[in-house]
């Protein structure tokens, strides 16, 4: 199993621009959800889905757009990058709605100029 | 609001001491609580978690924590810390919403280990 795969490790965009952060994961794990990291603020919820054709919004879903058209892959876009979107994003997958353990992606780390 | 609180910034032990990170949640039931371990560059890897039963759970590495009701608090132990151990502990919390769970994390304590 490769577990939770995230690409690309590292991204530079331009205030702006968009891009697809992509994730997937081969568990066969119905709940899955992106976070981002930022200095200080530990982990924040962007959006989860409890299944395919499912999503909802976390914490800070504000800028960030998801979609889950089958159960590996939950992708996140950003249709246009700001700088206060400069974090590290990690996705994760768990196999009971969330309430049990969640298995983290290696994470991608975002700069937005 | 529901919130988990990491009170320390960054703790500094000596290798082969003991160490208590703490933790305390606030929220209105008896949360599934979890621990979670983060090395640099890395993701987040489980090291325990806490849903009923016993209040003193075992973990990967020789952690445990204790789930204190009339405290709030969640703190990880350990009772001999290896250089191995530097790294950033999450505390999170898992709150139930309509048809799942959410995880609310603390902002995190930095492990260094002196040797």
């Known amino acids: 199993n490769a577990g939770v795969t995230q690409t690309p490790k590292f991204q530079v965009l331009k205030t702006g621009q968009s891009m697809t952060l992509q994730c997937a994961q081969d568990?066969?794990?119905?709940?899955m959800s992106w976070y981002r990291q930022d200095p200080g603020m530990g982990l924040r919820l962007i959006h989860y889905?409890?299944?395919?054709?499912?999503?909802d919004q976390g914490e800070v879903p504000n800028g960030y757009n998801v979609s889950r058209s089958t159960t590996e892959d939950f992708p996140l876009r950003l249709l246009s990058a700001a700088p206060s979107q400069t974090s590290v994003y990690f996705c994760?997958?768990?196999?009971?709605?969330?309430?049990?353990?969640?298995?983290f992606g290696p994470g991608t780390r975002l700069l937005v100029l | 609001a529901q919130s988990v609180t990491q009170p320390d910034i960054h703790i500094t032990v000596s290798e082969g001491a003991s160490l208590e990170l703490r933790c305390n949640y606030s929220?209105?039931?008896?949360?599934?609580l979890f621990w979670y371990v983060q090395s640099p560059g890395q993701g987040l890897q489980l090291l325990l978690k806490?849903?009923?039963?016993?209040?003193l759970v075992q973990g990967i590495k020789g952690f445990e924590a204790e789930f204190k009701r009339s405290q709030s608090s969640f703190n990880l132990r350990k009772p001999s810390v290896h250089w191995s151990d530097a790294a950033e502990y999450f505390c999170?919390?898992?709150?139930?919403?309509?048809?799942?769970?959410?995880?609310?994390f603390g902002s995190g304590t930095r492990l260094l280990v002196r040797p």
């Open positions: 994760a997958s768990s196999p009971d709605r969330g309430a049990e353990t969640q298995y």
């Open positions: 568990m066969n794990h119905e709940y």
């Open positions: 889905s409890v299944g395919a054709g499912i999503t």
């Open positions: 929220y209105g039931a008896t949360p599934y």
């Open positions: 806490y849903f009923s039963g016993d209040t």
């Open positions: 999170a919390v898992a709150l139930r919403m309509d048809s799942s769970y959410k995880l609310i």
